[in-house]
Nanobody, 123 residues
Framework: QVQLVESGGGLVQAGGSLRLSCAASGRTFSTYAMGWFRQAPGKEREFVARISWSGGATYYANSVKGRFSISRDNAKNTVYLQMNTLKPEDTAVYYC????????????????WGQGTQVTVSS
């Protein structure tokens, strides 16, 4: 069983920055792509960013491209989401997730999810 624990959310003014972390349990973290998703009130969960198992490839939603950066530290079993130039529309609960297939880029499904961390951006 894999556990994912997000941290780093909070309240920030528009234009500010936050860094989210997602710590994973288990010894196979480095062989799976990881992703970040978010869900705003009244909206469906949406993709934010993903990173390949090796960290060599990253992908972003158009809405965050150029402002957010995903990275990972396989030695620490942790994936990060650096969020800069935050906007009120970035307000949501942010979730990290593990890709279902090993050695991929996260283009398929995700099978383990964290509990989420709230990010609120005030205008």
């Amino acid at each position: 069983q894999v556990q994912l624990v997000e941290s780093g959310g909070g309240l920030v003014q528009a234009g500010g920055s936050l860094r989210l972390s997602c710590a994973a349990s288990g010894r196979t973290f480095s062989t799976y792509a990881m992703g970040w998703f978010r869900q705003a009130p009244g909206k469906e969960r949406e993709f934010v960013a993903r990173i390949s198992w090796s960290g060599g490839a990253t992908y972003y939603a158009n809405s965050v491209k150029g402002r957010f950066s995903i990275s990972r530290d396989n030695a620490k079993n942790t994936v990060y989401l650096q969020m800069n130039t935050l906007k009120p529309e970035d307000t949501a609960v942010y979730y990290c997730a593990r890709a279902a297939l090993r050695y991929g880029s996260g283009e398929g499904g995700y099978d383990y999810w964290g509990q989420g961390t709230q990010v609120t951006v005030s205008s």
